[in-house]
């Protein structure tokens, strides 16, 4: 008898102990609701801070028999932290959404009803008809939006959001898709700082060489005003990420799995 849990949520976490426990409980009261199984992966990617105590913490005192899991990665950034969970994930399908929980965890039933009706990955977005953004600053609207369009014109890619922390899969697709990862794969280094990075362009450009049924699933989005902002250097990291993705893909290094 297969034993794997329907569903996966796996959470990238870097410095979040101001909001880990209550994202965390939010996530497994609604999961508890549900009539499938489901289990919940946190991985830590190095923080300093005390996010790893906090979720410890929580999966022990955490009963209800949903399974709680929490990884430690070194400091590699959210591209590797998100890798990691989503391959160590047992679920059918496997999601991964922002610590905060910027995109509420009930916008998984639209991700699973397009997985179940033959998308092999669902993709959040903030923009388009259905989507809602709210109280996000102008400021922030557009570089977001500017960033889309550079994503867009660089890497050729159709989607109107590519960096939305909300995403799920197949598991044997994202099996597939996160062991053929260049930028933020197993030889991943270890970095200084956030570390956002654009990881989401190259799975998706990878998705779409692969031939793979991708779906984009408007959701709500709220701004966080506790949330950091984006410094230039990350920026410059991410823009860099996606000329890379682009570069590799003009010289071939995707042409074989």
């Known amino acids: ?3 794997r849990p329907f569903l996966s949520v796996i959470i990238p976490a870097w410095n979040e102990q101001a909001c880990l426990a209550r994202s965390l409980e939010t996530i497994v009261n609604y999961l508890h609701k549900q009539e499938y199984s489901a289990e919940v992966i946190v991985v830590d990617d190095g923080s300093t801070d005390a996010t790893v105590d906090v979720a410890r913490s929580f999966a022990a005192e955490h009963d209800g028999g949903l399974p709680l899991t929490v990884i430690e990665n070194e400091h590699r950034g959210k591209g590797y932290a998100v890798r990691t969970g989503l391959l160590a994930g047992e679920g059918k399908y496997v999601l991964f959404t922002d610590a905060d929980l910027s995109t509420p965890i009930y916008e998984v039933g639209k991700v699973i009803g397009a997985l179940e009706s033959g998308a092999d990955i669902a993709i959040g977005t903030r923009q388009g008809i259905g ?3 709210v109280d996000e600053p ?3 609207s557009l570089l977001r939006r500017l960033f889309n369009l550079l994503v867009r014109l660089i890497s050729s890619l159709p989607y109107r959001d590519t960096q939305a922390g909300f995403k799920g899969f197949r598991r044997e697709v994202a099996q597939d898709l996160f062991h053929r990862v260049k930028l933020y794969g197993e030889g991943a280094e270890e970095v200084r700082g956030r570390a956002l990075t654009a990881f989401d362009v190259e799975v998706l450009y990878l998705a779409l060489q692969a031939g ?3 779906e984009e699933i408007p959701v709500r989005w709220k701004h966080d005003p506790q949330s950091r ?3 230039p250097r990350e920026a410059v990291r991410m823009l860099r990420d996606v000329i890379r993705v682009r570069w590799m893909a003009a010289h071939g290094t995707y042409d074989s799995k």
Do not use: G, Q, S, T
Request: glycine residues 0%; without cysteine; proline residues 7%.
């Open 138 to 140: 102008v400021l922030r």
């Open 212 to 214: 793979y049924r991708i």
């Open 229 to 231: 902002h984006v410094p």
């Open 1 to 3: 008898m297969d034993n």
């Open 131 to 133: 989507a809602e953004r």
